[in-house]
């Protein structure tokens, strides 16, 4: 059974940084990925990051400039790094990782880690 766990969240100031880790059990990257995605309170969960590959890291464009996402095959796990948060920011950022179905992929999400940006 696919577990994922988030990690890494907190409160900052603005300005200030944090790296959440996602780390799988019973899961292998394949070609479907992972992805980060967050959700702002009253707001659709959005996408972050898609990740196939160490060379193919989709980043939809929030924090632009601010977020990198990155990927430990080995683990089986990925990271996105994010710098000089703002207010904005905050939400409960999940991971999803990708399993393989007969005709696509389907997501497993993990519990989610909030981040909570203060001015």
């Known amino acids: 059974q696919v577990k994922v766990v988030e990690s890494g969240g907190g409160s900052v100031k603005v300005g200030g940084s944090l790296m959440l880790s996602c780390t799988t059990s019973?899961?292998?990257?394949?070609?479907?990925?992972m992805g980060w995605y967050r959700q702002a309170p009253g707001e659709e969960r959005q996408m972050v990051s898609h990740i196939l590959s160490d060379r193919d890291i989709y980043m939809s464009g929030i924090g632009q400039g601010r977020f990198t996402a990155s990927q430990d095959k080995a683990k089986n796990a990925i990271y996105l790094q994010m710098n000089r948060l703002e207010t904005e920011d905050t939400a409960v950022y999940f991971c999803?990782?990708?399993?393989?179905?007969?005709?696509?992929?389907?997501?497993?999400w993990g519990q989610g880690t909030q981040v909570t940006v203060s001015s």
């Open positions: 019973g899961y292998t990257f394949n070609s479907c990925g």
């Open positions: 999803a990782a990708g399993v393989p179905t007969r005709d696509s992929c389907t997501n497993v």
